[in-house]
Nanobody, 129 residues
Framework: QVQLVESGGGSVQAGDSLRLSCVASDNSFRSYAMGWFRQAPGEEREFVAAISYIGGTTYYADSVKGRFTILRENAKNTLYLEMRSLKPEDTAVYYC??????????????????????WGQGTQVTVSS
């Protein structure tokens, strides 16, 4: 079973930037769409961004559009989330996840957390005002 390991979280001030990374343990990474989700205390886990398995198609939650960028380097089995202009409401544990179906990039599936079946352990992002 592939494993996903996130890193790059931390505590920052509003307006700062962070880059999260997610490394997959094997080359199956390049066959699957990937997503970032986040969960704040007492809240449901919510969709943040997703990227097709080739990397040519991306989707974003309205709350992060224009501030966050999802990227992938298939040669390194690595997924990134570049976060700019961070706000206190971005505070959450951020998770990367792999879509359950290989070679699939339909928008409905990529934005639905229930369509992902491999998850990382999460990395905490805290933004103070």
């Amino acid at each position: 079973q592939v494993q996903l390991v996130e890193s790059g979280g931390g505590s920052v001030q509003a307006g700062d930037s962070l880059r999260l990374s997610c490394v997959a343990s094997d080359n199956s990474f390049r066959s699957y769409a990937m997503g970032w989700f986040r969960q704040a205390p007492g809240e449901e886990r919510e969709f943040v961004a997703a990227i097709s398995y080739i990397g040519g198609t991306t989707y974003y939650a309205d709350s992060v559009k224009g501030r966050f960028t999802i990227l992938r380097e298939n040669a390194k089995n690595t997924l990134y989330l570049e976060m700019r202009s961070l706000k206190p409401e971005d505070t959450a544990v951020y998770y990367c996840a792999r879509l359950a179906n290989a070679h699939y990039s339909g928008q409905y599936y990529l934005q639905n957390r229930h369509k992902y079946n491999v998850w990382g352990q999460g990395t905490q992002v805290t933004v103070s005002s």
